[in-house]
C-alpha cells in the first residue's frame, strides 16, 4: 500500500504517519515529490485498514498495491483448478453444461427436463428448490420436496445436480441431496452463507454478484477458500448497468480476466445475464470463444408455463439446436463440447 | 398489466394470449393500434408470472402497471407510519439522529461514544457487533460479547441501540440485545433473513442495497410487512455508480421519492453513503432538507484507530458541531432536532 | 402510447386526457381496470411529446409501445444493409476488419502500421487525425497533416481509410481524404455532427456512446439516416459501468440485440471497450461468434511510445496472431475472414 | 504518478522502465516491497500518458498521484471564483437561481415565464433556441429566431439570459444575444465546442454529462479555463445509474465534492436531475443544504402543453412557492436568496 499525503503536509504530519505504519508492524520508504509526499508501505498489509490511515492528518488517500485475495490468486497458484463433480471435470479441456429449469415444480417437469437436456449432451442437471423471488407473494420454490425430486432425476439420468442454498442452516439439508451448491447472486455478499459452504463438503458455484465487482467476487471466492473449501466454481451472470433492453449486462471481457487473475473454473449462466432466450445462443458462443469453462443454462419443456423465468428459458429442441452450433466454436478455441 | 404483441402477429397468436389470460383466472381487454395490439389484463396481477406470458407466441413485452408492492404502498395505507422505539418516534416531526462506531471494539471505545453522541444531541446508539466485511482477513467483529457491550451502553446512557443482524439463526440471539434489527444493504435481498425479521418483535432498520432500486428496496419491506412486522424504517445509504471519488453515490432524490411512494419512515446513511467524513455534514444537511426523518451516522472517539471505516467516521467535536448546524436546516423544513 | 392514470383519478381527468389526444390528432381507446384506467393513443405518436402529457391532472406515467426509430428499424426494412466502402462490403458474410493505431503520429509509424495490418489481412486503414481527448495537456492529434498521411498510406497499400471527425465544420475537409467517416463514442449525440456527416457522401462509422442505450444509439443513427445518409456502421465500444478493472464494459449481448433491431452492419471494438491489449483477442473472438459483421482495432508498431492509448494497441506480430485465431471462429459460426 | 510492476519483474525489466521515465524529463524514486517493486515518477507529468508506460514490458499498471487538471484547482487557485454577470454574481453569499422555459416556444410564452420568474425573485432567465433532442422527430428549437426573443425577454424584464450553444459554428451568434453560453451535458466532452466558448467573451455554464465522473468535469472546464476563459459555472445535472424511476440520479455529493476542489462555482439542475416537477422542490432545498451556489429551474406557463420537458417544468405559482420555501434553508446555511 502506498500512502498519498496531501499538498502542503507537514513534516510533522509526515513523521506522524511513518510511525503509525511501522507501529502496525510495517516497513516505510519515504519518496518526496514536488507537489506531493508519499510514503509507501513494506510489509503484508492485507490485514491493516485503509480507512483507519486515510484518517491520519496530512493523508490524502491510500492506494493498495496487492491485490487484497491470496487464496483465489494465480500468484499465489499458477496452475488451473480442476473442480471434479462425480467424475465431470471443470475447468479442463472439456467444457460443462450445466442445464435446466429455473426451478423444480413437479416430477415429471423435471425429469422431461432432465432427459432432454441429457440427451442434448448436457453434463450437470440445475434446477431451483429454494427460490430466492424479488416477491413474497411469488413461487418461493418445493422446497425439500424439490430437492428429493432432484436427487431422483440424478437416480433416472446419472446426471449431477447443482441447487441454491440460500441460508447457512440449509446447508446441511442441501448437502444430503446436492453435487454442487450454487450461492446466488444476490447470496454473493452473505458471508454466514459463504462460511458456511466453506465448510461444507460440496464444490460450489459462487455467481458473481449483480453489483459486484471482480474484485468483490474473488474475495468472495477467498472466504469460501479461506474456510477449507477449494471447490469453487467462478459464474458470471451478467451485472447492473443503465442498460435496460436486457435483464442484465453481461460482462464477457470478466471471463477472461478472471482466466488471468485466478486458478478457478470460471462459467457463464447466459440466461440470467439477458433475461431474454433469443439472446442465450449468441451469448453461449460469446462466453465459449472468450475462454469460459462452462454454461448455466435454462432448459424448460413449456416456458410459457414456467412459475419463474420463462422468458428467458430455452425449449428442449432449441437447446439442442444450441449445442449442436456450439460444439465448432468450441473446437475453434481449442476445447471440445 | 399489458401484453404488447410483435408487429404482425396472428388473430391466432391474439387469441391464444387471452385465452391463456382468462386461464389464469383475469380479464382481457384487446385494443387494437394501427403497428401493433395490445392486451390488457384486467384483475389482481401480482402473482402472475411476466416472464411466463412472454415466451407465448406472438408476445413481444408485458408492461407492468400496478406497483407490485401492496402493505408498503401509500395507496394501502395513506397516513405516516411512526415507529415507536423505546417512545423515541421515527417517522413524525421530530429528527431521529442514530450515531455510534461502525463497530463496537472495546467496553471504553463504545461507552465513549455512546456518551459523547448522547450529549450532542443523538437519539439511538448504533454500533456493530456482528460486521460484514468484503476480506475474510479483516475484523470481523465482537460478535455476542459486542452485543453483551451494546446492552451496558444503552443501560449507561438510556439510548436505545440498533445493530446488524446478519442471518436468520442470529435473530433470537440479537433480539435479546437490540432494540431495533439493522439489515445491511448486502442483505437487502437475503430473503430467509427478511422472513426471520419479519417474525421478530424489533423494528427493523432495512438500508438499500447498494445496487438495489427504490421498487426492490419497497419489495424487501413488503417481505417484512407481509410476514407480520409493520415496523420498518427505510435507509438510504448511497447506491454504486462509475463515479468513483465518493464510495457510493447518495441518491438524496430517493428520500423525497419514498416519502410519496410509502408511508415507512425514510432514515439517511451519509457515512456510509459518502465514505469520506467531510462529506457527512453537508450531505446530512441535504437529506434532513430532502424530507428524511433521520440520520444515521457514524461517530468514534478515534477514526485513526478504528478497527473498520475511519475514514468515514467524525469525532465527537465535529458531530456536536454537525448537530448545531442541523438543527436550522431542521427548522427550515418544519422539523425539529 | 399508452397513458396509465392514477389510482383515484377522476372521470374528468380521464375526459380531459382524452379530449387532450384527440386534440393532437390520434384516436382514444379506453380500457378501465380494478384499480387504474388506461388509455391506449391510436396513431402515429412518434412526435407526440410523452412529457407533455404526463403533466396532465390525474397522469401517473406514459409507456411508449412504437420504438421511437424507424428508418433504422428491421420492422422497416427487414433485409440487411450492406455498406460499400470501396469494394469492401460491411454486413455481409465476410467479416471486415479495420486497424491501425489510435492516432496517427508520423509518417514511419502510419506507414509500418499501415503494411503490417494488410499483411496480416486486415481490410481497412484506421487512423485519427484530429483527436478528442480528455486533457487539453495531451496530444491532440496531428490534425489535416494526419490526413494527409492517411491518403499516402491509402495510395500505398490500396486500404480504404477511416477517420474521426469531430465537428461539423471539419466534415468537408476529412470527406476529402477519407473514405469512411467516424462519430467518436462522445459525440455520438453531438447533433449538429449527425446532421452534417448525414449530409456527406461517405459511410458513417458511429460508435456507441459509453453512456448510451441502444436505443439512443439507434436514435443517433436515425439522425443520420433521416438527414439522407443511408450507409451507417455501428460499433458497440464498451459502456461505462462500476466494474473498473477494464476501461469499459463491452456490451456484447448489445451486438445480437442490434442484430435484432436493425439492418444496418455491427462492429465491435475491443481496443476501447477493455482498454488492456490482452483482452483484445478475447473479446474479439467473443464478437465475432455473438454476430458481429466486424472489428475495429488498434495496431501500433511500438506501442510503449505511442502518444495515445499503448495499452490497449496490439503490436504487429500479435495482431497477426490474432487474426490467424479468429479465423476458426468466424468459420464456426459461418461467416468468413 | 507511480508504476507498480508485476510480481516477478526482472532487473532488467525494472531497469529499462527507470530509463525510459528519465528520457521522458523525469526522475525515477524506486521501491523495492516483498511482493512487487514501485517506480515513482518525480516531476510534471500532467503530459505524460499512462498507458504508453503501461506497455512497458513487466508494468502491471500506473497510478496518477496528481490531479490532472490545474487552472480549475483550489491548489492552484485557492479562493473562491466569483461569476460576474451584468453585475449578478454567482459564487459568492447570495444565491442565484436561473429560472425558465426547457425551449423558447412563442413571444407570449418566453415573455409570460420571464415575468414571472423575475417577479417571484429569478436572476436569470433560461431558455433554450438550439435544441439537443434524442429524435431527429422532436421540435428542434427556433433557432436565431429563440435568441431573438430572449434578448426582447431581457429587454423587457432586465433578466440575463443564458442559452444553449450547440456547434462551435454557432459561437458567434450566440454570444451576439445570449449573456451566458450553456454547454449542455451531452456535449461536455465535445472539445471543439469547449475550445470555442473558450475562446468566447462570455460566462460559460458547463453542465456534467450524465456519464461522467467529477474529475472529467473538470477536466473539461479546464478545457475551457486553458483557452482563456476564466469565467465557468460547473452545473450538477444527474447522472446516469440503473435506478429508472428518477430520470437521473441527482449526484448531491458531487456540490460538495466540488466545492472541495474547486474555485468555481456550483449550481444545480433539480428538473433534468430528476425528471419530475414533483421532486424539484426537494431536490432544490438538498442541493442549497448541500452548498451549491444556485439553481437552474424550468418553469412554463403551461407544462401540459410545452413542446419539450414538460414532466419536470414548475408552473409559476409553484416555482414562487418553491422560492419562498428555499429562502429560510438559505438561510439556515448562511446563505441569502
Not at 503536509?9 to 513523521?15: H, K, L, M, P, S
Amino acid at each position: 500500500m502506498i500512502i498519498v499525503m496531501k499538498q502542503g503536509a507537514t513534516d510533522t504530519q509526515i513523521a506522524n504517519v511513518c510511525a503509525r505504519v511501522e507501529q502496525l508492524g510495517c516497513q516505510v520508504h519515504l519518496s518526496e515529490g514536488q507537489e506531493r509526499s508519499i510514503v509507501g508501505i513494506i510489509g503484508d498489509v492485507r490485514s491493516l485498514d485503509r480507512a483507519q490511515l486515510e484518517r491520519l492528518e496530512g493523508v490524502e488517500r491510500t492506494v493498495p498495491i496487492l491485490r487484497p485475495y491470496k487464496l483465489t490468486s494465480r500468484d499465489f497458484q499458477p496452475q488451473d483448478t480442476v473442480v471434479s463433480i462425480n467424475g465431470i471435470a471443470v475447468g479442463d479441456t472439456q467444457l460443462v453444461v450445466m442445464a435446466g429449469p429455473c426451478s423444480v415444480e413437479s416430477q415429471e417437469q423435471l425429469l422431461d427436463a432432465a432427459r432432454a437436456v441429457k440427451s442434448a449432451g448436457a453434463h450437470i442437471l440445475r434446477g431451483g428448490a429454494f427460490k430466492p423471488r424479488t416477491s413474497p407473494y411469488s413461487f418461493q420454490g418445493l422446497g425439500e420436496e424439490g430437492l428429493r425430486l432432484l436427487a431422483e432425476a440424478r437416480r433416472e439420468t446419472d446426471l449431477p445436480v447443482v441447487t441454491e442454498v440460500m441460508a447457512p442452516e440449509q446447508v446441511p439439508l442441501v448437502t444430503t441431496y446436492a453435487d454442487v451448491l450454487q450461492v446466488g447472486a444476490r447470496n454473493m455478499q452473505n458471508f454466514a452463507l459463504l462460511h458456511a459452504v466453506g465448510e461444507a463438503q460440496r464444490p460450489v458455484l459462487l455467481k458473481r454478484g449483480m453489483m459486484a465487482t471482480i474484485e468483490e467476487l474473488l474475495m468472495a471466492a477467498e472466504y469460501v477458500l479461506s474456510h477449507g473449501n477449494e471447490r469453487v466454481i467462478l459464474c458470471e451472470r451478467g451485472i447492473r448497468t443503465f442498460e435496460k433492453y436486457t435483464r442484465n449486462t453481461v460482462d464477457i471481457s470478466a471471463v477472461a480476466v478472471l482466466k488471468q487473475l485466478t486458478h478457478l473454473p470460471v462459467v457463464v449462466d447466459p440466461s440470467h445475464g439477458t433475461g431474454k432466450w433469443e439472446l442465450v445462443e449468441p451469448i453461449s458462443r460469446a462466453a465459449v470463444a472468450a475462454g469460459a469453462d462452462g454454461l448455466l443454462i435454462e432448459v424448460h419443456p413449456s416456458p410459457e408455463t414456467a412459475l419463474c423465468d420463462g422468458a428467458q428459458s430455452l425449449k428442449p429442441d432449441r437447446f439442442r439446436q444450441m449445442m449442436a452450433g456450439l460444439r465448432p466454436v468450441a473446437q475453434a478455441v481449442g476445447r471440445t463440447l
